[in-house]
């Protein structure tokens, strides 16, 4: 019995270790350091830092930390700054974000982006398209502004984007020199449609094409509930940054609505086009999602 209890409570203990931390480390750039048990080190992507840590930021370094309790924090000035410094100057948050910091977190493992380099080698026996959408083929949005994108081996632009509706009926052509697209599902071409059909062809050789992939708006009662978790997650995500972005993307990509993820991860790389963590993080979404 009392051999029971002891395996019981070192096994608490342990659980209780494991979850003492203060920050988790989303992206990091630069020869950052981490001094933790008195010596210092680098400082990694998805370590925790624990109260009595401190944390060493190098010349145009970067560092994006998430509290244990969801809340987001950047630091962009070189220095050092004790962990219990940091927990200061962040609110206790919601928790809301946790488990997309967790998720995150998960993805960026590398068991994880081994598993996803080795599933690339898969062999597609479908019908072959020249030209790959960078979306799944019916896909929901939140948003009303889908960022669409596309890769062919080997074919020169221009391109052609058509646009139609479930009928086949063309409601829109656009001609475009880049492999990428900004459609406004609020245009008055298409706001009465629930749904319209994307396909993507090369202006030179028109066999050369996609396949149709369908964008979708949601219901209203869907509509409705990602609107509650996005107010939620809005409290704490106030402002405009790459770590927030990062955030957001880790939210819709679990909602799957992979159309507002995309928008999410393009605004965080465009807002730190410098942090590489950020372009790997858009990347390793790609290749899990069988969009790459």
């Given at each position: ?49 624990r109260?009595?840590?401190?944390l ?7 560092i ?23 927990e ?8 809301i ?41 019916h ?56 749904a ?10 028109q ?29 704490v ?42 372009q ?13």
């Open positions: 019995m009392k051999k029971t209890i002891t395996f019981i409570l070192t096994i608490l203990a342990s659980v209780a270790l494991a979850q003492d931390y203060a920050f988790k480390v989303l992206a990091s750039k630069g020869n950052n350091e981490i001094k933790a048990n008195g010596a210092w080190m680098p400082l990694k992507t998805g370590a925790s830092l109260t009595g840590d401190e060493k930021l190098a010349s145009n370094g970067y994006g930390l998430v509290h244990k309790k969801g809340q987001p924090l950047e630091i962009k000035t070189p220095g050092s700054y004790p962990v219990v410094q940091l200061s100057q962040v609110n206790s948050g919601t928790g974000l946790s488990k997309y910091a967790d998720f995150i977190l998960s993805n960026a493992t590398p068991e994880a982006k081994k598993n996803r380099l080795s599933a690339t080698g898969a062999v597609d026996r479908g019908e072959y398209h020249a030209i790959k959408i960078a979306l799944p083929e896909a929901g949005i939140y948003h009303n502004v889908a960022s669409v994108g596309w890769s062919g081996d080997n074919i020169k632009s221009p391109f052609i984007v058509t646009v139609l509706n479930m009928f086949d009926e063309e409601l829109a052509l656009y001609e475009t020199e880049q492999t990428s697209i900004q459609l406004d599902l609020n245009d008055a071409k298409f706001a009465k449609e629930n319209v059909l994307i396909e993507v062809k090369s202006k030179g050789d066999n050369q094409k996609s396949k149709r992939h369908m964008i979708k708006k949601l219901a209203a009662a869907d509509q409705a509930g990602i609107q509650k978790s996005l107010t939620e997650i809005n409290l995500v106030q402002d405009e940054t790459a770590l927030n972005s990062l955030i957001l993307a880790s939210f819709y990509e679990q909602n799957k609505l992979y159309i507002d993820a995309i928008g999410a991860y393009e605004d965080a790389i465009r807002l730190a086009p410098d942090v590489s963590a950020y790997e993080s858009y990347t390793d979404f790609l290749m899990r999602n069988g969009l790459r």
